[in-house]
Nanobody, 122 residues
Framework: QVQLVESGGGLVQPGGSLRLSCAAS????????IGWFRQAPGKEREGVSC????????YYADSVKGRFTISRDNAKNTVYLQVNSLKPEDTAVYYC???????????????WGQGTQVTVSS
């Protein structure tokens, strides 16, 4: 059974940082692209970042380039999202998703975690 469990969200001031984690189980992370999406209240879900299984190539949304960094530790079956220089507009529920690039392309539903809330406010 595929499971993804996010953690690391919280309330942070503008300019602050967080490290989001996604612990995967029920499958071997090595073989799958995985990444992060977010959804703010009243807005559509947005693809934030993906990392491939093969060569570690990455995708970042323009809105987060230079501020967010995705990484994966296959030995721990965990993917991370380091989020720096946070802005109020980064406030959203952040979801981990397997098959990330295929989800971005609209050709897969993917597998999803339950999400972790990130709130950026002074």
């Amino acid at each position: 059974q595929v499971q993804l469990v996010e953690s690391g969200g919280g309330l942070v001031q503008p300019g602050g940082s967080l490290r989001l984690s996604c612990a995967a189980s029920g499958f071997t992370l090595d073989y799958y692209a995985i990444g992060w999406f977010r959804q703010a209240p009243g807005k559509e879900r947005e693809g934030v970042s993906c990392i491939s299984s093969r060569d570690g190539s990455t995708y970042y949304a323009d809105s987060v380039k230079g501020r967010f960094t995705i990484s994966r530790d296959n030995a721990k079956n965990t993917v991370y999202l380091q989020v720096n220089s946070l802005k109020p507009e980064d406030t959203a529920v952040y979801y981990c998703a397997r098959d990330c690039f295929r989800v971005l392309a609209g050709i897969s539903r993917g597998y999803w975690g339950q999400g972790t809330q990130v709130t950026v406010s002074s």
